[in-house]
């Protein structure tokens, strides 16, 4: 069921895609395909709708023929009949209009589920040069305060909009057919009612927009604040922290308040309107029915009828300003289901070779990031990982050696030149094709607010509880997860927080055992690990490295000594290839850095009895 639902929503966002071309529709037309793939929940809505306003016109008539007949001779009778059709009709309007609450509230709430899940997996497929331009925080407002506002219209909004709608059209309807001439007072009215309607909701949407923006602003920032909050107290930073956000706040404040002003204004411009027509319109029918061209019954059927035009008109002022925010909500996720992934798969991919080998392949690759001012930041790189084997990366900072791991996993595609997998270009297959045949242990793992046995498993999300306990065995996590109040099923926060480096990389490892893939790349594992919690994330790695080929990221030139091979990386070009003893008897920039990094643990050495004192002696 899951899977269904999963792939219904993929095609309704590629339809919400296609919609955005008709630039002649609102923003709103967002929900249409999610609206109409519900259509019998609709439908009975509809119903209840129209029989409830149908319930609702009828009242007019019974009090007609009460004013006009039921006050002769016979009376008594007549009013016990009318008061009891009224029981009656009462009753219907009260199930009809409960049966529409529940469809349309049930409508509002399924799809704005559908929505969220369908942004959501839209952004999940996103390229990363999207997030290299796009703060967090403003996607989750947008997957949130905006979301939670179009459930408002869509549910409770959507339906009063409809239902005074109907009223509206209903009772202009029995009003011609009551008195054409006093409808034709209302008629000129109408105009003068319904352009300032549209006017102030125009005004009314943008400030909305604007409200929602700046909100979305505040947002991003305390997502990233909150994310990096012991940095903050570190710094003493929490008192200028919570001025920027309380500035923030400020703004949306003060932008809501615009965008309510000119709601208020709406609705009371709106009100005054309708009122002020009705007043005249009863007004005209009282020297009608002093001069007998109507009957009492009559002016008091079609004054009861405007009254519920009126009602239904001015409470349509007061949903078009709600409609109105939810077309700026609407209209910034369009804006974010209407961005498109730069990495895409072909229209009839590759299929890598099976069984897979594992050789990795760089040809000519040129490559500069899309905020990068075009500045390459590797620059014509070739070099070829036979299966099997292990090569180390190494050079200064910026010299390109995470971009390579970027560029293999195809985040992004190189702007000249070619990477092949197995022989095939990697533009030529589908990207998660060759993201299954590669595992990653970044430098800093990526630790999910959850359990560890869920950890792990995200390296092969349909692994059984006994392979996930293995690749944990096999990377050495079971000793400290032992420790764990609820071992496996321990939750163990955000970001793994509960966690010291050291068990949060063997996780990763862990994840990359699960994953099994013929493709290891290793990207600084251990750099930020003392000595000890390095000894035994290494023995973990070399275990997983076993007939796999491995590409290693390292600054630590000692991790890197019993690499089949080496690639010096400096301004991204490789300007050095070969094994460490080779690169250290041709002295060239890897040796200096070599002689630069042995000679500073030499000295740590040196100096660590000296600090330690008398006792270390």
């Excluded at 927009?209 to 947002?219: E, F, G, K």
């Excluded at 109507?294 to 949903?319: D, E, I, K």
């Amino acid at each position: 069921m899951a899977r269904t639902r999963s792939t219904g929503a993929d095609e309704t966002a590629e339809a919400v895609l296609s919609s955005r071309k008709a630039p002649k529709l609102g923003p709103l037309k967002l929900l249409a395909p999610y609206v109409l793939h519900y259509r019998w929940h609709v439908t009975a809505a509809l119903v209840a709708l129209v029989v409830a306003s149908a319930a609702t016109l009828a009242l007019p008539l019974a009090v007609r023929r009460m004013i006009d007949h039921g006050f002769d001779g016979a009376g008594a009778e007549l009013i016990n009949q009318y008061f009891a059709m009224l029981v009656l009709i009462v009753g219907v309007l009260a199930a009809a209009s409960g049966l529409r609450y529940y469809f349309v509230t049930w409508l509002g709430e399924r799809v704005m589920a559908d929505v969220r899940t369908a942004v959501f997996g839209h952004v999940c497929r996103l390229s990363p040069a999207f997030f290299d331009r796009t703060l967090s925080g403003e996607i989750v407002s947008r997957l949130t305060a905006d979301t939670t506002q179009i459930k408002a219209a869509v549910g409770a909004s959507a339906s009063i909009a409809l239902r005074n709608l109907f009223l509206f059209v209903g009772a202009a309807a029995m009003m011609v057919f009551t008195s054409p001439g006093l409808s034709a007072l209302v008629l000129v009215a109408i105009p003068f009612i319904v352009l300032p309607l549209v006017a102030f909701g125009r005004s009314v949407r943008r400030r909305s927009r604007r409200a929602q923006d700046t909100l979305a602003d505040a947002s991003a920032f305390a997502t990233e604040a909150i994310g990096a909050v012991r940095t903050l107290q570190a710094f003493t930073a929490e008192a200028a922290a919570s001025n920027r956000f309380g500035a923030e706040v400020e703004t949306a404040f003060r932008n809501a308040r615009a965008a309510t002003a000119a709601r208020s204004l709406l609705t009371s411009v709106g009100m005054f309107m309708v009122s002020a027509s009705v007043v005249v319109v009863l007004w005209v029918g009282a020297q009608d029915v002093l001069t007998g061209d109507l009957t009492p019954g009559t002016l008091g059927q079609f004054v009861l009828y405007a009254v519920l035009a009126a009602s239904a008109l001015g409470q349509l002022s007061q949903v078009w300003g709600e409609v109105a925010q939810a077309a700026g909500a609407a209209e910034r996720l369009a804006d974010l289901l209407g961005e498109h992934s730069e990495i895409t798969a072909p229209a009839a991919p590759v299929a890598l070779p099976t069984p897979h080998q594992g050789r990795v392949a760089f040809e000519s690759v040129r490559f500069a990031y899309p905020s990068g001012h075009d500045q390459p930041v590797l620059d014509g790189v070739d070099f070829t990982v036979e299966p099997g084997t292990t090569v180390a990366v190494v050079g200064p900072s910026g010299a390109g050696k995470s971009t390579i791991f970027h560029l293999l996993l195809r985040f992004y595609d190189p702007s000249a030149g070619h990477i092949r997998i197995d022989g095939v270009d990697v533009r030529d297959a589908d990207p998660d094709a060759v993201r299954e045949r590669i595992a990653i242990v970044p430098q800093e793992s990526t630790i999910f607010a959850t359990t560890v046995l869920e950890n792990i498993r995200f390296g092969r999300p349909d692994a059984t509880d006994a392979e996930v306990r293995a690749a944990a065995e096999a990377a050495r996590v079971a000793p400290f997860v032992a420790e764990l109040p609820d071992g496996y099923d321990t939750r163990i926060g955000e970001r793994g927080i509960t966690l010291s480096g050291g068990q949060r990389q063997r996780i990763a490892i862990a994840r990359a055992i699960l994953k099994d893939a013929p493709i290891l790349l290793l990207d600084e594992a251990t750099s930020s690990l003392d000595a000890e919690s390095e000894t035994i994330v290494q023995a973990a790695l070399e275990r997983l490295m076993v007939g796999r080929t491995t590409l290693v990221i390292a600054h630590r030139l000692a991790t890197v000594l019993a690499a089949d091979r080496i690639l010096v990386l400096d301004h991204g070009e490789i300007v050095e290839d070969g094994d460490h003893q080779s690169l250290v008897a041709r002295d060239g920039l890897y040796a200096r850095l070599a002689r630069l990094q042995f000679a500073a643990a030499r000295e740590a050495d040196d100096q660590a009895p000296a600090a330690l004192g008398p006792a270390a002696e």
